[in-house]
């Protein structure tokens, strides 16, 4: 039977109807639309050796051979450091500067180096690239808010196939981001705890929506998903920013 769920984190009442949901069947594609990739790709400017076809490189991780995880500027970029920090107010009317920054992170030297196939050493060096260009990027004057997202594939919004992560750092904080700010702050108010703390122990406590756990996170759908294969990654220690991510943390969770 349908019914309505609130979600107590972003403070929205959703509709859970399961009799409506696509099968897992329904989303998969037929073996003949799907193309292996090969390592490298001549013209792919993400690929080794093509490192003079992409914007200047801000960050790399290096080992004696060649570069691991490499960062650059976004060749298309949404914001831009060379922006002037401006604010113009007409009446109504309101604008500001482009400035900020956008970044490509490029995960790994071969083509095809999906994370489901890449080893947990792999994984953590791109988590921890994260980390450092996280918290590089934070110490610049009026960046304010800082995310880190990735599109796999064409129908996600992908341009290119080599995989990559971008990160874009704005001088405002978006609404979605200010409102669970606001939120949590209320929620502590008036219970004296922490919104996302008593989230995971309930959820744990349920048993219900688990995916998976490990001594350091625990992943699970929430109990009023927002959308389709909805998943929330909790650390089990009480932590404010991604930037305070610990080593040990970074390598459980690359597992």
Not at 2 to 22: D, F, G, Q, T
Not at 27 to 39: N, R, T, V
Not at 213 to 231: G, N, R
Request: net charge neutral.
């Amino acid at each position: 039977m349908p019914e309505l769920r609130y979600n107590l984190i972003s403070r929205e009442w959703v509709i859970i109807a399961r009799e409506r949901a696509k099968r897992p069947k329904d989303f998969s594609k037929p073996l003949k639309d799907k193309i292996a990739l090969p390592e490298f790709k001549k013209d792919c400017p993400f690929c080794p050796g093509n490192e003079d076809k992409t914007p200047p490189e801000t960050f790399r991780l290096q080992d004696k051979n060649s570069w691991r995880v490499r960062v650059t500027s976004n060749k298309f970029p949404a914001l831009s450091p060379e922006e002037k920090h401006d604010r113009v107010m007409k009446g109504m009317f309101r604008s500001m500067s482009g400035f900020g920054v956008h970044e490509v992170i490029i995960d790994h030297p071969r083509h095809n180096a999906f994370i489901p196939f890449l080893s947990e050493k792999e994984i953590a060096d791109i988590i921890s690239v994260y980390r450092q260009r996280h918290c590089a990027i934070q110490q610049i004057e009026h960046i304010e808010a800082i995310v880190i997202f990735k599109n796999h594939g064409a129908q996600a919004g992908t341009s290119l196939e080599h995989p990559h992560s971008q990160l874009i750092a704005t001088p405002i904080v978006p609404p979605q981001i200010r409102s669970r700010f606001d939120r949590s702050t209320h929620y502590f108010d008036e219970t004296g705890r922490c919104i996302f703390c008593q989230t995971l122990e309930e959820e744990l406590a349920a048993g219900e929506r688990i995916v998976t756990q490990t001594s350091q996170f625990v992943s699970f759908i929430p109990y009023a998903e927002l959308s389709p294969f909805h998943i929330w990654i909790f650390p089990r220690r009480h932590c404010a920013s991604f930037a305070d991510i610990q080593d040990k943390e970074i390598d459980d969770l690359a597992r």
